[in-house]
């Protein structure tokens, strides 16, 4: 039986007319679920009995379970177990521009990023439609909340799970759905480059980052073995191509790790690199993991930097240090939660 927050408003559209119902029946349930977010067919006031049987039949509104929440001043991070046992994690932020969920979509990560915890177990499997739509209702309902914003940054490579995530990102961009507006989504990619081209296509107005971690190839096929497939110069220019079609800026990540890639001389290249994108580098302190391959780099380190790129008239931003007592670096909860 399939979840029904797999179906996009088209898809439960056909399934009404398929079954002799009228189309307009399909905006009625996307308004009790995701407007009303009611969690029972029964509760549907304005369908008929028969329909709501059939739904009843045809349909599971059952949800994802949170099993385990740590939180500091301005982070909340989650721990959903899954129907087959296995465990997501989402990372809710306070920022100042609203609430932000940093949303999974895949148990587990091919990637093999070293700094990332999700990267000590490969991946199991992709997460379903529903299995990302229900980590944005499960803690609105928990919270009472209405998120603002989602960044698609959580455990997983999201263009490894292409097809899902973009259905993911239709439903909660609906008007009719979560109405949560394109430019308040971010996907983040390491680098699959066809599936940048693919989202070229595909995007509209949604916002695209990168993980960057590194301003030259010899530090990122270290750092992100994807690279070893995809250059930096492929993924350049897959960028350029992305900035040249949409006119959409694009996000560079990069995470901050002492004496790898965070001394003047990779300031300086970085910059090169990027110059005259429309981009901005968001540099991210490290939140150190349980594999000790990499420290964090110091704040005097980091500002180094910052001003150096900001002299090199690249856009840049330090992101704020959240979240180091409650392990919110993507997959620390869940990796402890497999160890117990």
Not at 38 to 64: A, P
Not at 151 to 178: A, Q, T
Not at 195 to 216: C, K
Request: charged content about 25%; hydrophobic content about 35%; some cysteine.
């Amino acid at each position: 039986m399939q979840n029904i927050y797999d179906y996009s408003l088209i898809e439960l559209t056909n399934y009404f007319i398929k079954n002799n119902e009228k189309s307009y029946r399909a905006k009625q349930v996307y308004n009790w679920l995701y407007q009303q977010k009611v969690n029972s067919f029964f509760m549907m006031q304005n369908l008929k009995k028969e329909i709501i049987e059939k739904l009843e039949t045809d349909f599971t509104m059952k949800n994802i379970k949170i099993i385990d929440k740590q939180q500091d001043n301005y982070v909340k991070k989650y721990l959903f177990k899954l129907f087959d046992d296995n465990y997501i994690e989402a990372v809710l932020l306070e920022q100042n521009y609203g609430l932000s969920l940093c949303v999974s979509t895949q148990v587990g990560c091919n990637m093999g990023c070293l700094f990332c915890q999700s990267a000590v177990t490969k991946k199991i499997r992709d997460l379903s439609v529903y299995e990302m739509v229900q980590q944005i209702l499960v803690i609105e309902e928990k919270e009472n909340i209405r998120i603002s914003h989602v960044v698609v940054m959580g455990i997983g490579e999201p263009f490894d799970n292409y097809d899902n995530v973009m259905k993911f990102l239709n439903i909660i961009n609906d008007p009719n759905g979560l109405a949560i507006g394109a430019r308040h989504i971010t996907v983040s990619t390491c680098g699959l480059v066809p599936r940048i081209y693919d989202f070229i296509e595909d995007g509209g107005q949604v916002n695209l980052a990168i993980s960057l971690h590194a301003p030259n190839d010899k530090i990122r096929n270290q750092l992100v073995p994807i690279n070893q497939a995809y250059p930096l110069n492929e993924l350049m220019k897959s960028i350029r191509e992305y900035i040249r079609k949409t006119n959409r800026r694009v996000t560079f990540e990069y995470v901050m790790l002492k004496e790898i890639n965070d001394q003047t001389e990779h300031a300086e290249e970085l910059s090169k690199l990027l110059k005259g994108l429309n981009c901005y580098v968001n540099l991210i302190p490290y939140n150190p993991t349980e594999n000790n391959l990499y420290q964090s780099t110091n704040k005097e380190q980091i500002l180094k930097f910052y001003d150096i790129m900001k002299k090199n008239k690249i856009n840049i931003t330090i992101r704020r240090e959240l979240g180091k007592e409650i392990m919110a670096g993507c997959g620390q909860l869940r990796a402890k939660q497999e160890e117990e």
